[in-house]
């Protein structure tokens, strides 16, 4: 974190502070996004009264509340011995606070913990992830220790595969093999949780092997960032939109790993987007020519996306409008400003 970016809690808005201490999940394991909503809508030109309106409309519509009182507390001789009991939500989070001020600083913290955590990176459907990854961006060095509490009470596992050696370095080859396997695409999903529907795909034998299929090499990741956008750009999938975003949060963490331990969150991360994609109903990326049509498109500039977002009270425009921008700032796609402005209804949508 840059010393230019840190900040302490208390120097924070009100309305993050009071977000930052809430349950991490809600109602039946529902991710609460409001901490890392409200960080992305300060970074997109949102003012305190923006984050208060969206806080408590937030609240109100969800229901949220402080998480439940700590249980037993969490040892450091056997830390792991709960991961993915949501009960232990408190108990991790003070463990890692505890560890915080052991360790000295938030880097120390995560290359200590972090790799051990990394086969349940789609916990709590990534968003473990995405305020691990925020709280990396805001230099809060506190809430780097709440984001690991939060990961390690909604550990989810997916499978680190079978030993093959890998079959391909493009990511969305990965998907299109997965949509060749029968008993997948035979898959029904009801509109419930993402990570079940995750975690019901990664436990069929035919996923087994997903894991290893990746070659992981430098140009990885941007071709993964890449491979997101033409899916979310083909369709406005919901769960599309995560891939996107998930790449944003995924570069934000990547620099407080070892080389080898970045190529373990690639792989684990696009294996999340893996158990994910049945749930898509396999949808195709756009191909070349379909991309620059949309790129084409008169989409408004930033300003006018990202004051939209500030205004809106659903979770998911301010995220990924904030995701949008940042990778279109990273990787010099326009069509990321294009995906971001039919998300806030600025152009035709998809279903146009």
Same mark, same amino acid.
């Given at each position: 974190?840059?010393?230019?970016?840190?900040?302490?809690?208390?120097?924070?808005?009100?309305?993050?502070?009071?977000?930052?201490? &809430?349950?991490?999940?809600?109602?039946?394991?529902?991710?609460?996004?409001?901490?890392?909503?409200?960080?992305?809508?300060?970074?997109?030109?949102?003012?305190?009264?923006?984050?208060?309106?969206?806080?408590?409309?937030?609240?109100?519509?969800?229901?949220?509340?402080?998480?439940?009182?700590? @249980?037993?507390?969490?040892?450091?001789?056997?830390?792991?011995?709960?991961?993915?009991?949501?009960?232990?939500?408190?108990?991790?989070?003070?463990?890692?606070?505890?560890?915080?001020?052991?360790?000295?600083?938030?880097?120390?913290?995560?290359?200590?913990?972090?790799?051990? &955590?990394?086969?349940?990176?789609?916990?709590?459907?990534?968003?473990?992830? +995405?305020?691990?990854?925020?709280?990396?961006?805001?230099?809060?060095?506190?809430?780097?220790?709440?984001? &690991?509490?939060?990961?390690?009470?909604?550990?989810?596992?997916?499978?680190?595969?079978?030993?093959?050696?890998?079959?391909?370095?493009?990511?969305?080859?990965?998907?299109?093999?997965?949509?060749?396997?029968?008993?997948?695409?035979?898959?029904?999903?009801?509109?419930?949780?993402?990570?079940?529907?995750?975690?019901?795909?990664?436990?069929?034998?035919?996923?087994?092997?997903?894991?290893?299929?990746?070659?992981?090499?430098?140009?990885?990741?941007?071709? +993964?960032?890449?491979?997101?956008?033409?899916?979310?750009?083909?369709?406005? $999938?919901?769960?599309?939109?995560?891939?996107? #975003?998930?790449?944003?949060?995924?570069?934000?963490?990547?620099?407080?790993?070892?080389?080898?331990?970045?190529?373990?969150?690639?792989?684990?991360?696009?294996?999340?987007?893996?158990?994910?994609?049945?749930? +898509?109903?396999?949808?195709?990326?756009?191909?070349?020519?379909?991309?620059?049509?949309?790129?084409?498109?008169?989409?408004?500039?930033?300003?006018?996306?990202?004051?939209?977002?500030?205004? #809106?009270?659903?979770?998911?425009?301010?995220?990924?409008?904030?995701?949008?921008?940042? $990778? $279109?700032?990273?990787?010099? @796609?326009?069509?990321?400003?294009?995906?971001?402005?039919?998300?806030?209804?600025?152009?035709?949508?998809?279903?146009?």
């Amino acid at each position: 974190m840059s010393p230019a970016a840190a900040e302490t809690t208390d120097a924070l808005p009100d309305a993050l502070n009071q977000a930052r201490r &809430l349950s991490a999940e809600f109602g039946e394991t529902l991710a609460n996004h409001a901490a890392m909503v409200l960080w992305a809508q300060r970074q997109l030109g949102g003012t305190e009264g923006d984050a208060r309106r969206f806080l408590d409309a937030y609240i109100r519509v969800n229901n949220l509340a402080p998480m439940l009182p700590l @249980d037993a507390p969490i040892l450091r001789t056997d830390w792991t011995a709960r991961l993915g009991d949501r009960r232990a939500e408190a108990a991790y989070r003070a463990f890692f606070r505890a560890e915080l001020a052991r360790l000295g600083s938030a880097g120390t913290l995560q290359r200590h913990y972090l790799p051990r &955590l990394l086969p349940g990176i789609a916990a709590s459907a990534l968003h473990a992830l +995405m305020r691990l990854a925020y709280a990396q961006d805001s230099g809060t060095e506190a809430e780097v220790a709440e984001a &690991l509490g939060y990961w390690a009470a909604t550990y989810l596992p997916l499978g680190e595969g079978i030993g093959a050696a890998p079959i391909t370095d493009q990511p969305a080859a990965v998907l299109l093999r997965l949509a060749e396997e029968p008993t997948l695409r035979a898959m029904e999903f009801d509109d419930g949780l993402l990570w079940h529907a995750m975690r019901r795909t990664a436990a069929m034998p035919a996923f087994a092997p997903v894991h290893d299929w990746l070659a992981v090499c430098p140009e990885t990741h941007r071709k +993964m960032a890449q491979d997101s956008l033409l899916i979310y750009a083909a369709t406005g $999938e919901f769960c599309a939109l995560h891939a996107v #975003s998930g790449t944003h949060w995924l570069r934000l963490i990547l620099p407080v790993l070892e080389p080898v331990d970045q190529h373990r969150a690639i792989r684990f991360f696009w294996q999340a987007i893996a158990a994910a994609y049945p749930k +898509m109903r396999f949808p195709l990326p756009l191909t070349p020519a379909e991309a620059e049509r949309q790129r084409a498109l008169p989409a408004p500039d930033w300003a006018v996306i990202a004051a939209a977002a500030c205004a #809106s009270d659903e979770e998911h425009d301010v995220s990924l409008v904030y995701s949008a921008r940042c $990778e $279109e700032a990273q990787w010099g @796609d326009p069509l990321y400003r294009v995906v971001a402005a039919r998300r806030m209804g600025l152009l035709p949508g998809w279903e146009s």
